[in-house]
């Protein structure tokens, strides 16, 4: 019987293999596994593959030394081989449902509902109490039978905490009534005015003189030549700090 062989590669995945898969005209499709590195396939992914194989109208096989590849394939009865050879010369075993297999009976709700009724229908339809109660117990039976197959979790977030710190600069204002974010507060004038007089009696003796100082000042002529100095000029002593003189007449 005509097989396509696919050969793996490492950076091959579900996507792509199923892309692979598309062109496959024979009833046989072969996966080979490399002998070195790993495929990004999971044993769920398994699963895919064998009913997108079936879709196709083709059985699925594999030729893989991984472990756990094999354990995921014998599950779904998937055919796995060592190598190819042995892949064409066993014979492949029939290939079941495509689809999940039921892992739990299913239950007879008819059955389970005899087992709720009394044994004369007659005298439940005549009793409203009897009514009732089968009512209440049928209701019980399918809270319980939604509490084991309806699964529930508990999910716990600790948000992690974290301080923080922020420089504000505050600002004052006259026509700000309350503390504002962006840094405003509220202000108000104050305005007083201080008045401070005092009295003291003076003690001691000061000298005020009554009239200007007079005095002779004395010029030398270092040149040849006659030099008038006129009257009103000005002469300073030498002291710290220098007094003031004005000469009264021409000379």
């Known amino acids: 019987m005509k097989t396509l062989l696919i050969q793996l590669e490492p950076h091959d995945d579900l996507v792509s293999i199923r892309d692979r898969m598309d062109w496959a005209k024979t009833p046989r499709v072969l996966l ?6 790993k495929v990004g396939l999971r044993p769920l992914d398994l699963a895919l593959l064998r009913r997108h194989a079936s ?3 083709a059985q699925l096989g594999l030729v893989t030394r991984n472990g756990e590849m094999r354990a995921a394939a014998r599950e779904l009865g998937i055919p796995c081989f060592r ?3 042995e892949a064409q010369k066993k014979p492949w075993p029939e290939a079941g449902p495509a689809g999940p297999q039921r892992r739990f009976p299913r239950l007879d709700l008819r059955a389970l509902r005899q087992n709720l009724l009394p044994a ?3 005298d439940v339809r005549g009793d409203p109490l009897s009514r009732v ?3 209440a117990l049928g209701v019980l039976a399918l809270l319980a039978l939604l509490l084991v197959f309806i699964p529930s979790a508990e999910i716990r977030l600790t948000p992690p905490e974290q301080t923080q710190s922020m420089v504000i600069s505050v600002s004052a204002a006259p026509n700000v009534k309350t ?6 507060v509220p202000m108000r004038r104050l305005s007083q005015t201080f008045e401070i007089s005092d009295t003291a009696l003076a003690t001691g003796q000061l000298s005020q003189p009554d009239q200007k100082a007079e005095g002779l000042a004395r010029f030398t002529n270092l040149t040849s030549k006659a030099i008038n100095i006129p009257a009103q000029t000005v ?4 002291s710290s700090p220098p007094v003031a003189f004005v000469t009264v ?3």
């Open 32 to 37: 080979v596994w490399p002998k070195k590195g």
């Open 249 to 251: 007449k021409q000379e």
């Open 83 to 85: 190598n190819v050879k």
């Open 179 to 184: 503390v504002q974010l962006a840094g405003a």
């Open 120 to 122: 004369d229908p007659l």
């Open 133 to 135: 109660g089968v009512f």
């Open 235 to 238: 002469l300073l002593t030498r």
């Open 55 to 57: 879709g196709l109208g």
